[in-house]
């Protein structure tokens, strides 16, 4: 069976959740379905270097935006940055399927802007966004698009 592998940063909490819950959802319908999570913040506290991914992935983004609004101005992504880093080395992106954002839509015209950036940076698609920690909905919505993208 196919290997699901999530690639995250996740500074809160609430994208780790996320992921943890998706984790669950995909297991629960795949018995004995392998899903490999990559969480980028451990990758660079543990000084660990960046490596090929040799499977496809799906990455998760957070955004954190210092300052701004938007639309005229406030692209400046903090905190998140290593994420694209990981995303860049050795031509990672190619393998990666698609982003999905996270954010808070209090931030109005920033909401999920980071993910939206990276989609038209690396040339792969926003495949969906969630608030904060997500629902149950956006689980099984995400859940379901991971599912196709890995024929599964
Ligand atoms: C300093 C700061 C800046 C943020 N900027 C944005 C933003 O520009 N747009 C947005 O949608 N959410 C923004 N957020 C909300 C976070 O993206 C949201 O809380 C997210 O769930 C955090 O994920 P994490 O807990 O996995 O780190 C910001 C949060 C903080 C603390």
Redesign the pocket.
């Known amino acids: 069976m196919a290997k699901v592998s999530l690639v995250y940063i996740?500074?809160?909490?609430?994208?780790?959740s996320f992921i943890k819950r998706l984790t669950v959802f995909l297991q629960e319908r795949h018995e004995g379905l392998e899903v490999e999570q990559i969480n980028i913040k451990d990758l660079v506290k543990e000084g660990q270097d960046f490596f090929v991914m040799d499977n496809p992935f799906v990455a998760f983004l957070?955004?954190?935006?210092?300052g701004g609004n938007?639309v005229d101005s406030?692209d400046v992504e903090?905190l998140t940055n290593d994420l694209a880093r990981f995303i860049d080395f050795e031509n990672n992106y190619k393998k990666c399927f698609g982003i999905v954002g996270?954010?808070?839509?209090n931030?109005n015209n920033?909401?999920?802007?980071t993910a939206k950036q990276y989609a038209q940076r690396f040339d792969f698609p926003l495949l969906d966004t969630f608030e904060?920690?997500g629902l149950q909905n956006d689980i099984e919505r995400i859940g379901c698009k991971i599912e196709d993208l890995y024929h599964i």
Request: aromatic share 12%; with cysteine.
């Open positions: 996740s500074l809160s909490g609430n994208t780790a957070p955004t954190y935006l210092e938007g406030g903090i996270s954010g808070n839509r931030f920033q909401y999920c802007l904060l920690r």
